[in-house]
């Protein structure tokens, strides 16, 4: 079945300092892969998408990601963190079924606090 | 830029009770979800939609579960008899066909008591 693990439950990283968040997933095909964010109280954004192509994706505030077929991962990175920054980040995998769209699949998310 | 919008968005119902959560998609957007994320845990698919019919549902959405395009614009999601644990915050989403890209709503915080 396909699954999304993020392992880091609660992360804390001081402003500037470089931030990765971890993500494995496990599909059966190539994977549609996303990273979400969500402020408190707020939706779910998206921060970047990898689809095919160039395995390093660059997202919008800064963000990054790397697809990493032979570790099932898809890390988010930020060289230098903001306080804007803290929120909740999810990854996900999209299933796609006979080219169709499916539904995502969310890992359980990391929460990002950020010491001044 | 164009967005997803909930409303309300926050519902406060008794057991048992009906619920009709709205929806107003992206305009040019075929693809319609339902997911619900409840208070501490992940984000959960509950329902697609495409071309007037429910393409994939979890085990999730049960009977008490139904979704409708009543005109051009909304998708709702309606609850006939709510339960303590259908309270969460319910999200729906759209994207266009062949972009695989979700765009989410801010979210219908659903309080069941």
């Known amino acids: 079945a396909q699954s999304v693990t993020q392992p880091d439950i609660h992360i804390t990283v001081s402003e500037g300092a470089s931030l990765e968040l971890r993500c494995n997933y496990s599909?059966?095909?190539?994977?549609?892969l996303f990273w979400y964010v969500q402020s408190p109280g707020q939706g779910l954004q998206l921060l970047l998408k990898?689809?095919?192509?160039?395995?390093l994706v660059q997202g919008i505030k800064g963000f990054e990601a790397e697809f990493k077929r032979s570790q099932s991962s898809f890390n988010l990175r930020k060289p230098s963190v903001h306080w804007s920054d803290a929120a909740e980040y999810f990854c996900?995998?999209?299933?796609?079924?006979?080219?169709?769209?499916?539904?995502?699949?969310f890992g359980k998310g990391t929460k990002l606090s950020v010491k001044p | 830029e164009p967005e997803v919008t909930q409303t309300p968005s926050h519902q406060v119902t008794q057991m048992g009770q009906e619920v009709i959560l709205r929806c107003v998609p992206i305009?040019?957007?075929?693809?319609f979800y339902w997911y619900r994320q409840i208070l501490g845990q992940k984000v959960e698919f509950l329902v697609s939609?495409?071309?007037?019919?429910?393409?994939?549902k979890s085990e999730i959405f049960d009977d008490q579960f139904s979704v409708e395009r009543p005109d051009g614009s909304n998708f709702t999601l309606k609850i006939r008899s709510t339960k303590l644990e259908d309270s969460a915050m319910y999200f729906c989403?759209?994207?266009?066909?062949?972009?695989?890209?979700?765009?989410f709503g801010p979210g219908t915080r659903l309080t069941v008591t």
């Open positions: 996900a995998v999209g299933a796609i079924y006979g080219g169709s769209q499916g539904n995502l699949i």
């Open positions: 599909y059966g095909a190539t994977p549609y």
């Open positions: 990898y689809f095919s192509g160039d395995t």
């Open positions: 305009s040019n957007h075929l693809y």
């Open positions: 939609f495409y071309n007037n019919e429910i393409s994939e």
């Open positions: 989403a759209s994207n266009r066909e062949s972009s695989y890209e979700q765009y």
